[in-house]
């Protein structure tokens, strides 16, 4: 008969790391900024993850009164880049020894119902992407800390908010095409009144409009997905005369630009180029793989949670910006070539 092993204390930990229960206690906290050694802190956490140690959550919930539990909102997880922030944010929330509870929109890009009208008092903290803002208004005014993504950094509401750089990446995506001599760019725009795809449209006016001789032109989806890029791009390239280059607001609406070129008897890149955005595995799942602009989205996903666990903790809580990446593939090339 197997007797099972009892299960680790923090005086285990303690004893184990060579420090006392409160820096134990600070640590696994998240409390131990300016009061232990970031050296101390990490030979307390090593010491934790081998003897397999997990503070009793309900416990320190019932003496805090907390449960270090936040909301994420997003538009849908059906969508690659949401599923990623949500596990870069659960990362983070382990890290910490807190929970996440996933909440998206069930119109997708449309504002959502407020999930926890009867159960507020069971949440710490939002963490929301601004394509699902409008879900916030009564998670807010119940007095939550929120944290936004891919957000308008002066919204007052928020008590950080965490970027991409994306006008960053639309320059890069603009000064590529330029580099390879195009001239006649058509933007494909998504259909969504979003703060994250006017940051877009506006930094990609702003590359192309000093240009001489540049041709640009603006093609809005009718919805989010490829069957809405090819109809957009269908319309663009039909147009005379016909754009050398579509710049995508996403891989979504880039694979059905490539799809309408094949239509049409257009190939890509001889004779148009496509860019997209996000960098989704669709991305190279479709010939030619895709040039397309890398966003971090694990990165943003524990930047929102770590913010988020900052103002929990009483710090303030940082607004970041994280860098963007072209990364190109063999759907762009010179015009004509």
Known sequence: MTTARPRPTSRDVARAAGVSQATVSLVLGGKWHGRVSPGTAETVRAAARDLGYRPNLTARSLRLGRTRTALLVVPALTNEFFARVYAGAARVAAEHDAGVVLYPSPEGTGPARDPFESARSA???????????????????????????????????AAATVNLDLADGMRQTA???????????????????????????????????????????????????????????????????????????????????????????????????????????????????????????????????????????????????????????????????
Do not use: Q, Y
């Open 123 to 157: 949440l710490d903290g939002v963490i929301a992407s601004s394509m699902a803002a409008d879900a916030l208004g009564a998670l807010h005014d119940g007095g939550l800390p929120l944290v936004m993504l891919d957000s308008n950094p002066k919204a007052p509401s």
């Open 175 to 337: 000064g590529h095409l330029l580099g390879l001599g195009h001239r006649r760019i058509t933007h494909l725009s998504a259909g969504v009144d979003s703060w994250t795809f006017d940051v877009r449209a506006r930094a990609l006016d702003a590359a192309l409009s000093g240009v001489p001789d540049v041709a640009a032109e603006r093609v809005a989806a009718d919805e989010l997905s490829v069957a809405g890029g090819v109809r957009a791009a269908g319309r663009a390239l039909s147009a005379a005369p016909a754009p050398t280059a579509l710049v995508c607001d996403d891989d979504l609406l880039a694979a059905g630009a490539c799809k309408a070129a094949r239509r049409l008897g257009l190939r890509v890149p001889e004779d148009v180029s496509v860019t997209g955005f996000d960098d989704l595995a669709l991305a190279t799942a479709v010939e030619p793989e895709l040039t397309t602009v890398r966003l971090p989205a694990e990165e943003v996903g524990a930047a929102g949670m770590r913010a988020l666990v900052s103002v929990l903790d009483g710090r303030a809580a940082r607004t970041t910006t994280l860098p963007v990446t072209l990364v190109v593939r063999g759907s762009t090339a010179r015009p004509g070539g």
